[in-house]
């Protein structure tokens, strides 16, 4: 039983589509990021400066990696947050029915 405890759950719709646009935000900041390439020479003509290139490529590579698996979190968050407000409800109006009331 609740025990006093109410669920609001057109909050946790608003919190289901605040993770959506969340997760919508880093999605188009991986496709601008992913778009960002460096041309041989942009840190130096030093031999060393083409590791370096290797090295931001690879940073950059699993930074995106790692925005996705992030956007893919929050939409993931956001069904079962939004699934949990449905059921919330469906137990509301069964419980109504229940006792007579209801839709």
């Given at each position: 039983m609740s025990q006093g405890t109410n669920v609001e759950s057109d909050a946790l719709r608003a919190y289901a589509r605040a993770a959506e646009s969340a997760?919508?935000?880093?999605?188009?900041?991986?496709?601008?990021?992913?778009?960002?390439?460096?041309?041989?020479?942009?840190?130096?003509q030093l031999p060393e400066a083409n590791s370096l290139r290797a090295d931001y490529i690879g940073q950059k590579d699993q930074s995106g990696t790692d925005l996705e698996d992030s956007a893919e979190m929050l939409r993931t968050i956001a069904e079962a947050v939004r699934g949990s407000a449905e059921n919330y409800d469906a137990n509301e109006d069964e419980t109504a029915r229940g006792f007579g009331g209801g839709a």
């Open positions: 997760a919508d935000r880093i999605a188009k900041i991986r496709g601008r990021t992913a778009a960002l390439d460096l041309s041989d020479g942009t840190f130096g």
